[in-house]
């Protein structure tokens, strides 16, 4: 069975790591693929990483994904923990909605990881 690893963007501005397993899928969601864009320094660079990005899976985010964070982070609250990045939010949130680990270098997803059902799995560890 397939383990499907959605990325942040935390991975992907990093050197590539070691290869991962055959068993992983590595995955994007809409808001990380934004994040990636917004760095694009010119038309063609933004044509360029583009393509690139389109290797990885798409996992949808919908009114579900959002339904999802807002839960989880009314939970955080109750704890004082909810001030993390909002992108971070709805990337947990997907993750939870898609039965996905989050692959990243950010330890907002550990905190995330309390109160949604994914596996945070840290780049190289």
Request: aromatic share 4%.
């Amino acid at each position: 069975m397939t383990r499907l690893l959605l990325v942040d963007k935390s991975v992907l501005v990093r050197p590539p790591a070691a290869e991962r397993p055959a068993d992983e899928e590595l995955c994007m969601c809409a808001v990380t693929r934004l994040e990636m864009l917004y760095s694009a320094r010119s038309q063609d660079d933004y044509l360029t990483l583009e393509d690139a990005l389109d290797a990885f899976r798409h996992l949808r985010m919908d009114l579900e994904t959002f339904a999802i964070a807002g839960t989880a982070q009314r939970e955080l609250a109750a704890t004082g923990q909810h001030r993390v990045p909002l992108p971070d939010l709805l990337i947990a949130a997907c993750a939870q909605q898609h039965a996905a680990d989050v692959l990243h270098v950010d330890r907002h997803f550990d905190t995330l990881a309390l109160v949604l059902r994914f596996r945070p799995v840290r780049l190289g560890e």
